[in-house]
């Protein structure tokens, strides 16, 4: 029998927890004659009742599995570490507070059973969201799809359906700072988007500051884009021609023997665009090379073989 695998990261959730396994369950009994199931819960570091909670569903349910940070570590290294620990042929990644119905786990896997290896939730409406939610987010996908390199599809979360195959390429990712969605997205395999009407929060508040949702920003375009520091090189360039076009206008007046705007201005601003030129060109250059050390550091494989033949 096929394995379903759920992982779900908490973080104070105490409001949600036993809903959030309850409505699992329930959907899971569903398909037991088809799929096996296990629910890695990853705690956190709440220090409210959610992994009392989670020790009491797992004490009754032999296919929970809990983990408990020693502090928290963020919601992008909670996943992480739930996928680590999966053994299922199909993964699930969700969020605890039943934003993402359970109950669309059934037809994800008809999905799955067509061949397709990811299976990530496109958020088609997005009920109870502030405006202020709603207009970051758009802007942010705006800003990251502009400068990515691979195409990271908005509107999509960490609700996700991932085939074994997938997990096990995304948990031999040595790089930190995982910015989860972009890493599910340049894999490659046969994705599918799946859309969805994504709910209001079951209970509690949401657990992403702005500080948070700063931080996966900033892993979200740093990770997968070099083009800020391209910027620095064009700055660079910038500084060179209005520096040549300056000395073009010092040499003419020169020569026509014009009094520039006031004596010696001209020559001051020379020099400085020019100097400011090769300064930003040098932390281009310096760019380039940490650029190239980070590629490396983070280890992702040059390439990813889905499949061989007589080999
Ligand atoms: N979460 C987490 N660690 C954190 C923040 C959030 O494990 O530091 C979990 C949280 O418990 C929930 C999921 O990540 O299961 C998504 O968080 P939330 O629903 O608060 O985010 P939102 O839906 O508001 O973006
Ligand atoms: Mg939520």
Same mark, same amino acid.
């Given at each position: ?8 990261p908490?973080?104070?959730e ?18 037991k004659d088809?799929?096996e199931?296990?629910i890695?819960?990853v ?28 502090r ?19 993964v ?18 008809k ?5 397709n ?14 405006f ?17 390199e ?19 390429v995304?948990?031999?990712?040595? =790089? ?18 799946? =859309?969805?009407?994504r ?6 508040e ?17 990770n ?8 620095i ?18 040499i003419?007046?020169?020569?026509m ?18 100097l400011?030129?090769?300064?930003l ?6 760019? =380039? ?23």
């Open positions: 029998m096929k394995k379903v695998s759920l992982v779900i908490m973080y104070y105490e409001e949600v927890a036993n809903e959030c396994y309850n409505r699992l369950v329930q959907v899971l009994g569903t398909i088809k799929y199931y296990e890695v819960f705690n956190d570091g709440s220090k409210d009742k959610t992994l009392s909670i989670l020790e009491e569903i797992a004490g009754k349910d032999k296919n929970v599995k809990v983990i408990s940070f020693s928290n570590f963020g919601h992008q290294a909670a996943v992480t570490c739930g996928l680590r620990y999966t053994t299922g042929d199909a699930v990644i969700m969020d605890a507070d039943l934003q993402d119905p359970p109950e669309l786990i059934p037809d994800m896997l999905y799955w059973e067509e061949g290896e990811v299976i990530y939730g496109k958020r088609k409406s997005r009920d109870g969201e502030s202020f939610k709603l207009f970051t987010a758009k802007t942010f996908y705006q800003v990251l799809n502009g400068l990515s691979v195409e990271i599809p908005k509107d999509t979360g960490d609700f996700r359906l991932v085939d074994r195959k997938v997990v096990d995304v948990n031999n990712l040595p =790089e930190h700072n995982k910015f989860l969605r972009g890493l599910f997205s340049w894999v490659g395999f046969n994705q599918y988007a799946y =859309e969805y009407e709910k209001e929060r079951f209970a509690g949401t657990k992403y500051p702005l500080k948070k949702m700063l931080k996966l920003a900033s892993d979200g375009i740093i997968f884009s070099s083009k800020p520091l391209k910027f090189g064009k700055l660079g360039i910038l500084c060179f021609i209005v520096s040549f076009c300056l000395f073009v206008y010092k003419v007046a020169l020569c023997q014009v009094q520039t705007v006031a004596p010696g201005w001209a020559s001051i601003m020379i020099a400085m665009t020019f400011t030129g090769v300064i060109m040098s932390l281009y250059l310096i760019g =380039e090379y940490i650029s190239r050390i980070f590629d490396n550091i983070k280890g992702r494989p040059e390439f990813i073989v889905k499949s061989t033949i007589n080999v």
